[in-house]
């Protein structure tokens, strides 16, 4: 792993608590469908699988909006399906309508899976481009490597794709819970042996994408989302002393509330259903926080999208805060509106 130079990489000052004057700066999905560039590389990958086990176009894609912005992080460009595929489900993409799984409902559709040891004869392709990047990203900006949480990434193996309400999981949670247990159990177990191979390979922080948690009610939030999010960061940082990690249990409202002190992780990312006033109240007291800018400001531009932006460095700026939107950024998105975005928050310079 390449040496770090703490000092020069904000976000990794951001994350050890420090309470920087103007907040590093990076974004979710920033590789991808609203930039030319990717159009132009995913059109030689041929598909989105073929780009993401392409360590070369991979590496490329991710350095693209690096070289176009400047943000002061790249994240590695993924898909939290990888590792489902990985355990021996089947995947693929229907154009328009997204990724499609085989599922897994019955105790003979798990007992078809992979074991967790074997996962990485398909995820090396990952590794490689990870070490890639490592070697290729300017000194100063930090490599964020990342796993969808168990929960999340279940959700998609049970009903074979995305769902508005994760009904399916929710049904199988309550009706044969033991199951679905085994099922997130061994999806945790596979996270960990993903994420901790990342990090060998050179990745400095890590993020859990819980997209779903917030379809979790009551308990259940406690039992599958904080829960496994605490197993993977103690275990990652037994193994990597140090390893900075994030948390997004997205839609997760009051339960932000106390989530960093419950998993252990270093950073809760916000989505933008809470105001940054509010997060600074409730969540940033107990440290770093990442967010929360509504990503359609991404598309509409204009002065709200500066004002937004101005009133959510404001409310941050008394504690440690790392920019981003609070969902990933969509492909109708402009350009230029990025660079806005950018120009405001570092206006302070």
Not at 34 to 58: H, I, M, V
Not at 63 to 89: E, K, N, S, T, W
Not at 95 to 117: H, I, K, N, W, Y
Request: with cysteine; charged share 20%.
């Amino acid at each position: 792993m390449p040496q770090t130079d703490t000092q020069s990489k904000t976000i990794l000052r951001s994350l050890a608590g420090e309470t920087l004057p103007v907040p590093p700066i990076w974004m979710m999905r920033q590789a991808g469908r609203y930039l030319p560039e990717y159009k132009a590389t995913r059109a030689q990958a041929g598909d989105f699988l073929s780009l993401c086990y392409n360590p070369e176009l991979a590496t490329e894609v991710t350095l693209q909006p690096i070289r176009r912005y400047g943000f002061d992080a790249a994240i590695l460009f993924a898909d939290i399906l990888l590792v489902p595929q990985a355990l021996g489900a089947d995947l693929w993409f229907v154009t328009g309508e997204g990724p499609r799984l085989s599922t897994v409902t019955t105790q003979a559709d798990f007992d078809r899976l992979r074991p967790v040891g074997n996962i990485h004869e398909t995820l090396n392709p990952i590794y490689q481009t990870v070490r890639n990047l490592a070697g290729e990203l300017p000194r100063e900006t930090t490599l964020i490597g990342f796993a969808g949480a168990p929960w999340t990434v279940a959700t998609y193996m049970i009903a074979g794709q995305g769902t508005k309400d994760q009904g399916p999981a929710h049904l199988l949670r309550t009706q044969d819970n033991a199951l679905f247990e085994k099922l997130l159990d061994l999806i945790t177990k596979a996270t960990i042996e993903y994420m901790s191979a990342q990090i060998d390979a050179g990745a400095e922080v890590m993020k859990i994408f819980d997209s779903w948690a917030g379809s979790l009610p009551g308990d259940a939030f406690e039992k599958y989302a904080l829960a496994p999010a605490r197993e993977i960061t103690q275990e990652l940082k037994k193994r990597h002393p140090g390893i900075p990690i994030i948390g997004f249990p997205r839609e997760a409202g009051d339960k932000y509330i106390g989530f960093a002190k419950a998993t252990g992780v270093d950073c809760v990312a916000l989505d933008n259903s809470v105001s940054a006033d509010w997060a600074a109240k409730h969540v940033q007291v107990d440290g770093c926080v990442q967010g929360n800018l509504a990503s359609t400001h991404m598309v509409t531009g204009g002065q709200a999208l500066v004002d937004e932006t101005r009133q959510i460095v404001k409310a941050f700026s008394k504690g440690p805060h790392i920019f981003n939107l609070g969902h990933g950024i969509t492909p109708d998105a402009d350009p230029d509106n990025v660079q806005r975005m950018i120009d405001t928050v570092r206006e302070g310079e």
